[in-house]
């Protein structure tokens, strides 16, 4: 190269950068997506929680049923739709879907109570949807359990009582715990999508061809474009970290600079198997359907929404070859936790292995040939 | 190799599945020269071009471009190459200037350096004009001239243009070759495909290409040659009885009304050399008390010679 001229792999960074400005459809991806994302999801898990709805059958009318129903009526997580007057009725209504559930309080509650005899009371569940199920019988049990505590209290019998203590800190929200899932969910997505056209849009076009015949590397190509759409997407870890902090007051219990350190290796994983995707694709659609089909097991794995552990030991095992399960971790120990990348060196470790392995593959796959 | 010699191809074959793209090749161009390659859609110029330019592996056979051994020694290749793709291939969302600076920049030319080629290119191509202009807005032939320039960046000795006038219209196209016949009287040696056989006048040597293989090749003078076996000269007479018997050393092939007194005939014969033997044949024919109206040696166009090449292949065959 001659004397003063600049590294050829800043040219292919600028030539990236200015079509990307040009390129209304990727700044709109760049920008729009995670703030859309981040809106929806703050405004979705942000408030109070939603209700599940419950019919109730007394068919004992005492002064135990009522105290109960009050009870019921308390709880949180439930609001008291209908009361019904038979079983029946009350099924017709839960599998009509006017209700997730009812509650039967059987003739002879009271009387059985006062005497001391053990009583029944039955819950109809709509078992279609598990977690509606499941939010069902965890109030259930809380229901029960406080009003076993308040009749044991009258009439001076013994009781267990349980204290929680959170181990998270004293107070996680709804938008805590997930904050670290979308943030992991707009830093997959976004990047690998956006980059895996990057190769393939040159062959699709024929540009590749006269790219080819000047003295350009594949590491001159396939660096100067990850360094272009790194620039780029950098706004997006901005903006969802912003949007979490300053909008929704998303507390970070760790450093923000861990925060950024780790969040960057992801961003240049994800760019890396884009790019991966690109080389490996005949054309933009192919490239596009790609980035998708790999982000399902991504998602399914990645222990955001359901814990992998509680899933199945394959489950388990699969998540820890995800490298987005990894950062969901690493993110919740930093923000939810308070904890340091020193503390969390096993995902940050594969994290590194990660990124490693995306940015030398894809350029070792790159021939400079036209086939 | 022959120092001389720009390129030099030896029995090259290109096989895509059963399908044989260039077919036992062979090919010399020398440096300095303007070497066109014709044919039909399909004959195989583009994959010979590719090989050439390192852009395809062959499957069997020598490729040398300037000595250098393709597609191992592609590197060498490319800083003395200027190559221009048969379809558009710069980038449309870029502008002209942006186009030819990021080439530059490729090429490793310092910044003061660029600046001062790519407004010597804008001026050359009479782009000056439009230099921030997307490529994409551009007509065909600016769009042409802007992929000339791309290839010239870096001031090419070897210059390889696939199809580079495929779609442009005539008037353009003469243009075009104008900066082409430029170049060469710089010393730039020029291989061009093309399937114009009009174009191919302006070459200084041809290789008609047919189904992977090279079914004729010189100048295209030597080509019209070769197929009618001479020049072709047309003859137009006045006086009786019959020219031809006059020119017994050429061969007529074909022959007018046949002159009754005081009317014109005329014919056509072959001869070796039109320029040398003209005066030779008026003078006989003067001799013989015939009145010479005209003599003069007809165009053959290379689509004839085409035509009559690809045929007597197939009846050789």
């Not at chain 2, 393709?70 to 942006?98: C, H, N």
């Not at chain 2, 994409?136 to 210059?159: E, N, W, Y």
């Not at chain 2, 495909?193 to 004729?216: Q, S, V, W």
């Not at chain 2, 137009?236 to 074909?254: H, M, N, Q, Y």
Request: neutral net charge.
């Amino acid at each position: 190269m001659p004397e003063g001229a600049p590294p050829k792999v800043l040219a292919v960074v600028r030539k990236e950068l200015i079509q990307l400005t040009r390129d209304p459809r990727s700044l709109l991806m760049i920008a729009l997506i995670p703030l859309v994302v981040m809106l929806l999801f703050g405004v979705g898990y942000g408030g109070s929680s939603g209700k599940v709805g419950i019919i109730i059958v007394d068919m004992d009318r005492g002064q135990m049923a009522s105290a109960l129903i009050e009870a019921i009526s308390e709880t949180p997580t439930i609001s008291v739709k209908a009361y019904a007057g038979s079983v029946e009725e009350a099924r017709r209504l839960v599998s009509g879907g006017t209700a997730a559930s009812a509650l039967v309080i059987p003739e002879g509650f009271t009387p059985s109570l006062m005497s001391g005899s053990p009583v029944q009371i039955l819950v109809v569940i709509d078992e279609a949807s598990p977690t509606l199920a499941s939010t069902v019988k965890d109030s259930m049990l809380a229901v029960t359990y406080y009003f076993q505590q308040e009749y044991a209290r009258q009439i001076h019998g013994p009781s267990v009582e349980l204290i929680y203590n959170s181990v998270y800190g004293p107070k996680v929200t709804n938008l805590e715990a997930f904050t670290p899932f979308v943030v992991a969910l707009v830093l997959q997505l976004v990047p690998t999508t956006l980059i895996s056209i990057a190769i393939c849009r040159e062959k699709e076009k024929g540009t590749f061809e006269q790219l080819i015949m000047s003295p350009v590397s594949r590491f001159d190509i396939i660096f100067g474009k990850l360094v272009a759409y790194f620039t780029a997407t950098l706004v997006d870890m901005l903006i969802t970290l912003f949007v979490a902090i300053y909008i929704f007051g998303v507390v970070i219990r760790g450093s923000i600079l861990d925060l950024m350190l780790i969040s960057t290796v992801y961003l240049l994983g994800s760019l890396g198997l884009g790019m991966l995707i690109s080389v490996l694709s005949r054309n933009q659609l192919q490239a596009n359907q790609a980035a998708i089909f790999i982000f399902i097991p991504f998602l399914l794995f990645c222990g955001g929404l359901a814990p992998v552990e509680l899933l199945s030991p394959q489950a388990a095992t699969i998540a820890n070859i995800n490298p987005m399960y990894h950062f969901i971790y690493a993110l919740r120990g930093i923000m939810v936790k308070g904890y340091g990348l020193t503390q969390l060196l096993q995902p940050t470790g594969a994290l590194l292995v990660y990124m490693g392995a995306m940015m030398s593959i894809a350029p070792a796959l790159l021939k400079l040939r036209v086939e | 190799m022959d120092p001389a010699l720009a390129v030099e191809i030896v029995r090259l074959r290109k096989v895509f599945g059963s399908f044989a793209a260039v077919d036992g090749l062979d090919l010399r161009i020398a440096k300095g020269e303007i070497y066109g390659l014709l044919g039909p859609n399909g004959a195989g110029k583009t994959t010979l071009i590719r090989i050439l330019c390192g852009l395809m592996a062959p499957t069997s056979g020598e490729v040398l471009v300037w000595g250098h051994r393709m597609p191992w020694e592609r590197d060498a290749l490319i800083r003395i190459t200027g190559y221009m793709a048969q379809k558009f291939s710069l980038y449309e969302d870029l502008s002209v200037k942006e186009n030819l600076e990021f080439y530059g920049r490729l090429y490793g030319m310092p910044f003061k350096a660029l600046k001062g080629r790519v407004s010597e290119l804008l001026s050359f191509l009479s782009l000056e004009d439009f230099s921030d202009r997307l490529a994409g807005r551009l007509s065909g032939g600016m769009k042409q001239r802007l992929a000339l320039g791309v290839a010239l960046i870096h001031r090419p000795k070897f210059l390889i243009l696939d199809e580079p006038t495929a779609g442009v219209d005539p008037p353009i196209r003469r243009a075009f070759w104008d900066y082409l016949r430029g170049l060469n009287k710089e010393s730039v040696t020029i291989l061009i495909t093309t399937h114009y056989m009009d174009e191919a006048e302006n070459c200084d040597r041809i290789a008609l290409m047919n189904r992977g293989k090279i079914i004729a090749e010189g100048t295209p003078r030597e080509l019209k040659r070769g197929v009618f076996g001479g020049d072709v000269v047309e003859i137009t007479v006045r006086g009786s009885g019959d020219p031809a018997l006059a020119l017994p050393f050429c061969r007529v092939i074909e022959k007018g009304a046949e002159g009754c007194s005081g009317a014109a005939s005329s014919l056509k014969v072959i001869v070796q050399d039109a320029p040398r033997e003209m005066p030779a044949m008026v003078n006989a024919l003067e001799r013989a008390g015939f009145k010479v109206v005209s003599v003069s040696p007809t165009y053959v166009n290379l689509e004839d010679v085409f035509v009559r090449v690809v045929e007597g292949v197939r009846k050789g065959a």
